[in-house]
């Protein structure tokens, strides 16, 4: 219900009226069944262009920051991040990282839409960058479509390191769905999830223009200075 009036009634019309947003590809999303919709990620604000220009409701598996506050902000922040249907993920690898690729597998079992973000963090300066394999896993034990998916100029909106939002229209392109049923059963093979992984994240550089760096984004991100 509330990520209903979010999306509606209370967030959703404010967006479209201050931003403009447009979109592409809306039809390419599967009408029922699970899919994972796959983008890249330049800006905070792309957790909430995604989902509020298609049909279907999605869940966002975000970092797990956004639900560790404490005091009322805290608590205020776990209520308005999970009413966006977002889940807590947590990027500190091991079993905890396990764990929350489970709880992804967990809403795709239930024919739902699960958003990520195979990057693994936000792009440092607007390029792609390679993508974690955790992405590949939850495709091929699923079974579930894949739809690749360009934010294009929400970091205009709010750059990584901004906390004010600036006036910019963003669009959001949804490819086609991908399908690798060709590699079912073979989840536990590196090979196969890189190969996966590498061609999600080469057909989303396609869709959105992008320059592909072949390089995890958390390994420059404090190299390279956030483009403004």
Do not use: C
Not at 6 to 22: D, T
Not at 160 to 171: A, C, F, W
């Amino acid at each position: 219900m509330f990520y209903w009036l979010l999306k509606n009634i209370i967030i959703g019309p404010i967006v479209r009226a201050v931003f403009r947003p447009w979109s592409l590809g809306v039809g390419n999303i599967p009408k029922s069944g699970p899919v994972i919709i796959a983008s890249n990620h330049i800006s905070f604000v792309d957790s909430i262009f995604v989902p509020l220009l298609m049909p279907r409701r999605m869940v966002f598996l975000a970092k797990s920051d956004y639900f560790r506050g404490r005091g009322l902000k805290g608590m205020l922040s776990r209520f308005f991040f999970t009413g966006l249907g977002m889940l807590p993920m947590d990027r500190s690898g091991g079993k905890a990282s396990e764990a929350s690729l489970n709880t992804g597998l967990e809403v795709l079992n239930e024919g739902k839409v699960l958003g990520i973000y195979p990057e693994g963090t936000r792009s440092p300066d607007g390029s792609l960058y390679r993508g974690r394999t955790g992405v590949a896993r939850m495709v091929l034990e699923s079974g579930a479509s894949v739809i690749p998916v360009a934010v294009i100029d929400t970091d205009k909106v709010m750059p990584v390191g901004s906390n004010r939002p600036r006036v910019h229209r963003v669009g959001v392109i949804y490819g086609k769905p991908l399908d690798f049923t060709r590699f079912a059963g073979l989840e536990g093979d590196r090979f196969i999830l890189r190969s996966v992984t590498d061609e999600i994240t080469y057909e989303i550089a396609r869709l959105g223009g992008l320059e592909y760096v072949d390089v995890y984004a958390s390994s420059v991100r404090q190299k390279v200075p956030a483009r403004s």
